[in-house]
């Protein structure tokens, strides 16, 4: 069992589960441990604290580093949105920690980190919901609020999912062009009409979750040759080219040749029209970006966070993260949630 000192103790908390990991000033992964969810807005507050404080114990166990406090803690937090959250955060999570710095992020900043080769680029998100982020070169930070209509928020697989319901509702009752999404929508719930989607989710029988999770349906339908579909996957395209596009400007990155990481399951379509859409445009807006995919889980960014904190040069060595990208991709492709005990 190893004794060696953590030098980072990361934090990446979504809205489903929780990976945290301790690691060695050089990226080496001391130990690593994946649990519940720990956000506030998932769970009481109370609850979160003790998920929080039992999956650091697990860690430091697994790490032989029990009685040690990290020099940095970076947690990377769905949640983590306005200054009062963050502030009920940093002071539940330096509790927790046990001493030592910390640093408290949304978590979009874990994406944009671990999909990039250096501190500054741009994210954009895109799963169940849209956000986006971006960190100038000199460290400026930016992001949308991502907290839905109410923010000028169009996109991820829930928005999709949605509107091709209301497409195929309006393409059979005759307020809208008809389209292969009335057969393919209902189909997908096994049922037949539209119409018969609609009643089943107002008498309860139809669960709004399983109505946005249709995306993919979309998606096959656009690339089967649907136009009504396809104006939905572009409209999807163009939403993350416009954050994009906004984010460079914000950070002046517009002239740079910033990486710009694509995080979150709405990417892993293969449909190939929304990506030639999305790189043309993204490209167009920002000439020399290179467009990547997030391949490794999000809580190698908060671990990149905290050893670039401990860098001279404001930038982990490539050599440190590419030990800690190593590591981490090699737990987490058999890591499973586990309720702490």
């Known amino acids: 069992m190893t004794t060696r000192r953590p030098a980072v103790l990361a934090i990446d908390g979504g809205n489903s589960k929780a990976d945290v990991a301790l690691l060695a000033a050089d990226g080496t992964v001391l130990g690593a441990v994946r649990g519940p969810t720990i956000s506030h807005q998932a769970v009481p507050l109370p609850e979160a604290t003790s998920r929080l404080r039992m999956l650091i114990d697990q860690v430091r166990i697994a790490a032989g580093a029990e009685a040690s406090a990290p020099r940095i803690s970076v947690a990377c937090l769905a949640g983590a949105d306005y200054p009062e959250d963050l502030r009920l955060l940093r002071g539940m999570f330096r509790e927790a920690a046990n001493g030592g710095d910390v640093l408290i992020l949304n978590d979009t900043f874990a994406a944009l980190r671990g999909g990039a080769s250096r501190p500054w680029g741009i994210a954009l998100i895109c799963g169940q919901g849209i956000n986006g982020a971006a960190v100038a070169v000199d460290g400026r930070r930016v992001r949308f609020a991502g907290v839905g209509d109410i923010a000028g928020d169009w996109g991820g697989g829930a928005s999709v999912g949605m509107a091709g319901l209301a497409a195929a509702v309006r393409g059979r009752d005759g307020r809208g062009p008809r389209t292969a999404l009335e057969r393919t929508i209902p189909a997908a719930v096994g049922l037949r009409r539209p119409d018969a989607m609609t009643h089943a989710y107002y008498a309860g029988h139809l669960d709004e979750e399983r109505v946005r999770d249709l995306a993919p349906v979309v998606f096959a339908t656009a690339a089967d040759g649907d136009a009504v579909a396809r104006s939905i996957v572009d409209r999807l395209a163009d939403e993350l080219i416009v954050m994009a596009a906004a984010l460079a400007r914000r950070t002046s990155l517009v002239r740079r040749d910033p990486e710009v990481v ?14 030639a859409r999305l790189r043309a445009g993204v490209t167009a807006a920002i000439p020399a970006a290179r467009i990547v995919r997030l391949g490794s889980p999000p809580v190698l960014g908060a671990a990149l966070l905290g050893l670039d904190a401990l860098a001279p040069s404001g930038a982990a060595p490539a050599r440190v ?10 737990w987490s492709a058999t890591a499973r949630v586990e309720m702490p005990s």
């Open 321 to 330: 993260a590419d030990r800690a990208r190593a590591d981490l991709d090699a």
């Open 262 to 275: 694509l995080a979150g399951g709405v990417f892993k379509t293969n449909e190939p029209g929304f990506h």
